[in-house]
């Protein structure tokens, strides 16, 4: 079964910073995935996906991500973080079975 | 376009009663999944279904069970409920389900089992 794993379950950062988000993933073949971002009391909204058109994908926001299979990964960043991007964000693998797999979760908060 | 609609958006239920979940999709979405999301387990999957047909099921008692109706709209049911099950329950719904559709959420139910 694919999986991902996010690393670090806690990421804090200063308004203006990079914002770095790890994921990795394990799976057999080139997978589809994808970055969501859950605000408190609310569902999740997806950021954006990869399905193999390109390496850098762009998404909401101003966050983009990398896919890089060398290194089975697909990191989330943000060149300048803003007070808005204080929330839990998921990557998430398609297994091609009708379902998502998440990560754990990472929650982003910013200091002032 | 409305997005996925849930309801009711807080439960609170006692243990060993039963609970009916509601989900509305984006129109023209033909499938629509459910996902439980604790602090503990993190979110997982429970089922998936499309035009009326389960496709997928995660690894849940079969005291949780959902059906889709002709229209689309999803319920899922919770059987004899225990304190575990207290959790937030997330819809959502995409036009095929397939594993490059994206996923539309809605907002939750959240159940508390007292």
């Known amino acids: 079964a694919q999986s991902v794993t996010q690393l670090g379950s806690h990421v804090s950062v200063s308004e203006g910073a990079l914002v770095l988000l790890r994921c990795n993933y394990s799976s057999s073949v080139p997978p589809y995935l994808f970055w969501y971002v859950q605000y408190p009391n609310q569902g999740l909204q997806l950021l954006l996906k990869?399905?193999?058109?390109?390496?850098l994908v762009k998404g909401i926001n101003g966050f983009e991500a990398e896919f890089k299979k060398s290194e089975t990964s697909f990191h989330l960043t943000k060149p300048s973080a803003h007070m808005s991007d204080a929330a839990e964000y998921f990557c998430a693998v398609s297994d091609n079975r009708y379902k998502l797999s998440f990560g754990a979760g990472t929650t982003v908060t910013v200091r002032a | 376009k409305a997005g996925v609609t849930q309801t009711p958006r807080y439960l609170i239920k006692t243990r060993g009663q039963q609970v009916t979940l509601s989900c509305s999709p984006i129109?023209?979405?033909?499938?629509v999944s459910w996902y439980q999301q604790t602090p503990g387990q993190g979110l997982q999957f429970l089922f998936e279904y499309f035009s009326e047909t389960q496709r997928n099921k995660g690894n849940f008692p079969g005291r949780f069970s959902g059906r889709q109706f002709s229209n689309s709209r999803s319920e899922m049911n919770v059987s004899t409920l225990e304190l575990g099950d207290s959790a937030l329950y997330l819809c959502?719904?995409?036009?095929?389900?397939?594993?490059?559709?994206?996923?539309?959420f809605g907002n939750g139910t959240r159940l508390t089992v007292t």
């Open positions: 990869y399905t193999s058109a390109a390496t």
């Open positions: 959502a719904s995409s036009s095929t389900g397939v594993a490059n559709s994206p996923l539309h």
């Open positions: 129109s023209g979405h033909r499938s």
